[in-house]
């Protein structure tokens, strides 16, 4: 019996912990706005892992997180976005204004999350900006960023803080100005034709590949900081783009594969882009840190629904890593998809393709098919990361109009060669319950006209049609904007 209380108490004091409290005070009070914390595994925040707490009418709120190790994690309200500094089994008290605009720390963690406060990494900054992203030169802006990092590390070492804290934003720090120049790129979409800075693609590149130069890659001290994760998930576009033509790019990929760049062509795209991602982390990272980064593109890719190469990649690091400390997190991650894979009822299960859809030739047939119901058209591809964001949230739409006269139809739209393999695999994952239609030429053709008379078709989209057949609109509420979309389809009952 003593036996049994001894181990019971021991499971309750690692479930304990393993969390953290994060409690505090929003001033004025909002009534029914929520915060939404999340606790990644590496730097990307998933919407499927929010929690949410609603303050009470005093505007104060507690909440435990699942937190195992010393990390960032996120705390989101009105549009803004807080980067924390989490250990388990601490505690974080947040005062705090309702934009997060001004922040007080207290708790056990206070001191470590107002200390980088002051240096600016809550914000997901450092120091304070003296450039123009747009208008001043990428090397200048490195050159500025470089002298931030040399004054926070300075403060840094002035500190008398927890051996363990230090580790972490020294790192954060030291990869600051790589993770920075990735976060500008993409603001300034410099690799699309939208660029907007007034410098061109090669003085970026240059600047990202300086940045690099000084950065370790494999560094072991540094797997929880923030700004290394960043710096690690970007590698595999980081050797993308330091090819300035084709020929440099060959040689880069003949260099990651080990292999003529005509078989490596080939095998990209029969087994698609993350198959190169996986290649290239494998290539950049030893040790500890290529664990860490195979596990971070899996847990990733389940996270975000990416699921190519999602498999191979899997038994691959079981194989290597048997004993890898991300095991267990990754197979946690791992057991939904492929027990998915193994799924063979699905139209038992509710999901229902239909026959011959490739050969639908308008939306027309499409709603013939459901006379006397409202018909919700999900507008998706397996290619599009917002339309799999939406996913999570088709359940709770579901639920809401249980028995009830709506019927729910998904069409696909894919531009792969044979992507039914694919498409029928992520439709079990996310277990999209309804009709299912792989668009064909003619239906895709039909949309594109449709769309066209107000803009651009684009994805994902969402079409409402009511119990006469008639199409209500074709920019329908998202699944995430709930009751905006629940309002629209009950008017049509």
Same mark, same amino acid.
């Given at each position: 019996?003593?036996l049994?209380?001894?181990?019971?108490?021991l499971?309750?004091?690692?479930?304990?912990?393993?969390?953290?409290t994060v409690?505090?005070k929003?001033?004025?009070?909002?009534s029914?706005?929520a915060?939404?914390?999340?606790?990644p595994?590496?730097?990307w925040?998933?919407t499927?892992?929010?929690?949410e707490v609603?303050?009470?009418k005093? %505007?104060?709120?507690s909440i435990?997180?699942a937190?195992?190790?010393?990390?960032?994690?996120?705390?989101? @309200?009105?549009?803004?976005?807080?980067?924390?500094?989490?250990e388990q089994?601490k505690t974080?008290?947040?005062d705090t204004?309702?934009s997060?605009?001004?922040?007080?720390?207290?708790?056990s963690?206070?001191?470590?999350?107002q200390?980088?406060?002051k240096?600016?990494?809550?914000?997901n900054?450092?120091?304070?900006?003296?450039?123009?992203?747009?208008l001043t030169?990428?090397g200048?802006?490195?050159?500025?960023?470089?002298?931030a990092?040399?004054s926070a590390l300075?403060?840094l070492?002035?500190?008398? =803080? #927890?051996?363990?804290?230090l580790r972490?934003?020294r790192?954060?720090?030291?990869?600051f100005a790589?993770s920075?120049?990735?976060?500008?790129?993409?603001k300034?979409n410099?690799w699309?034709?939208? @660029?907007?800075s007034?410098y061109e693609q090669?003085?970026w590149?240059?600047?990202?590949? #300086?940045?690099h130069?000084?950065?370790?890659?494999?560094?072991v001290?540094?797997?929880n900081s923030?700004?290394?994760?960043i710096?690690?998930?970007?590698?595999?576009r980081?050797?993308?783009?330091l090819a300035?033509?084709?020929?440099?790019?060959?040689r =880069?990929?003949e260099a990651?594969?080990?292999?003529p760049?005509?078989?490596v062509?080939l095998?990209?795209?029969?087994?698609g882009?993350r198959?190169?991602?996986?290649?290239?982390?494998q290539y950049?990272?030893?040790g500890?840190?290529q664990?860490?980064?195979i596990?971070?593109?899996?847990?990733k890719g389940i996270?975000?629904?990416?699921?190519?190469?999602?498999?191979?990649?899997y038994q691959d690091?079981?194989k290597?890593?048997?004993e890898?400390?991300y095991?267990?997190?990754?197979?946690?991650?791992?057991?939904?998809?492929l027990?998915?894979?193994?799924?063979?009822?699905l139209?038992?299960k509710?999901?229902h393709f239909?026959?011959?859809?490739?050969t639908?030739?308008?939306?027309?047939s499409?709603?013939?098919n459901h006379k006397?119901?409202v =018909?919700?058209?999900?507008?998706? %591809? #397996?290619?599009?990361?917002?339309?799999?964001?939406e996913?999570p949230f088709?359940?709770?739409l579901?639920d809401?109009f249980?028995?009830?006269?709506?019927?729910?139809?998904y069409i696909a739209v894919? @531009?792969?060669?044979?992507?039914e393999?694919k498409?029928q695999?992520?439709?079990?994952?996310?277990?999209?319950?309804?009709y299912?239609?792989?668009?064909?030429?003619?239906?895709?053709?039909h949309?594109?006209? =449709?769309y066209?008379?107000?803009?651009?078709?684009?994805f994902?989209?969402?079409i409402?049609?009511d119990k006469?057949?008639?199409?209500v609109?074709i @920019?329908?509420?998202?699944?995430?904007?709930?009751?905006a979309?629940?309002?629209?389809?009950?008017?049509?009952l």
């Amino acid at each position: 019996m003593r036996l049994l209380f001894l181990c019971a108490a021991l499971a309750a004091f690692t479930t304990s912990h393993a969390q953290m409290t994060v409690s505090g005070k929003i001033s004025p009070p909002q009534s029914g706005k929520a915060l939404v914390f999340n606790v990644p595994f590496d730097c990307w925040l998933h919407t499927a892992n929010a929690v949410e707490v609603v303050p009470d009418k005093k %505007g104060k709120f507690s909440i435990r997180l699942a937190v195992e190790k010393p990390q960032i994690i996120f705390m989101i @309200h009105a549009g803004r976005r807080l980067q924390l500094y989490a250990e388990q089994g601490k505690t974080l008290v947040i005062d705090t204004d309702d934009s997060l605009k001004t922040v007080r720390f207290g708790g056990s963690l206070g001191r470590e999350n107002q200390f980088r406060q002051k240096l600016g990494l809550t914000t997901n900054s450092l120091g304070k900006q003296t450039w123009n992203d747009t208008l001043t030169a990428p090397g200048q802006i490195l050159i500025e960023l470089r002298k931030a990092q040399h004054s926070a590390l300075s403060q840094l070492n002035d500190s008398k =803080i #927890t051996t363990t804290f230090l580790r972490m934003t020294r790192a954060d720090i030291e990869y600051f100005a790589v993770s920075k120049l990735w976060d500008l790129i993409w603001k300034n979409n410099v690799w699309t034709s939208r @660029h907007n800075s007034r410098y061109e693609q090669k003085e970026w590149r240059q600047t990202l590949k #300086t940045a690099h130069e000084v950065v370790v890659l494999s560094n072991v001290s540094a797997l929880n900081s923030y700004h290394y994760q960043i710096m690690v998930s970007y590698y595999p576009r980081y050797l993308q783009h330091l090819a300035s033509n084709k020929e440099e790019f060959a040689r =880069i990929a003949e260099a990651v594969f080990k292999k003529p760049f005509a078989e490596v062509n080939l095998e990209v795209r029969q087994k698609g882009e993350r198959y190169w991602e996986h290649a290239a982390l494998q290539y950049g990272f030893t040790g500890r840190a290529q664990e860490y980064a195979i596990a971070s593109f899996l847990i990733k890719g389940i996270n975000a629904g990416d699921l190519e190469y999602q498999q191979e990649a899997y038994q691959d690091f079981v194989k290597r890593f048997p004993e890898s400390p991300y095991r267990s997190q990754v197979e946690k991650k791992m057991k939904p998809y492929l027990e998915s894979l193994a799924e063979t009822k699905l139209e038992s299960k509710g999901i229902h393709f239909v026959q011959d859809s490739r050969t639908v030739p308008t939306l027309d047939s499409v709603i013939a098919n459901h006379k006397g119901r409202v =018909i919700f058209i999900d507008m998706w %591809g #397996t290619w599009c990361g917002p339309c799999r964001q939406e996913f999570p949230f088709n359940q709770a739409l579901k639920d809401r109009f249980k028995d009830k006269p709506v019927d729910f139809t998904y069409i696909a739209v894919e @531009h792969r060669p044979n992507p039914e393999k694919k498409w029928q695999e992520m439709i079990a994952f996310y277990h999209l319950t309804g009709y299912h239609i792989l668009a064909g030429k003619n239906l895709v053709e039909h949309l594109r006209k =449709i769309y066209s008379q107000q803009g651009n078709l684009i994805f994902p989209s969402y079409i409402l049609v009511d119990k006469l057949g008639n199409i209500v609109t074709i @920019h329908a509420k998202r699944p995430s904007e709930r009751e905006a979309l629940y309002k629209q389809i009950e008017q049509l009952l």
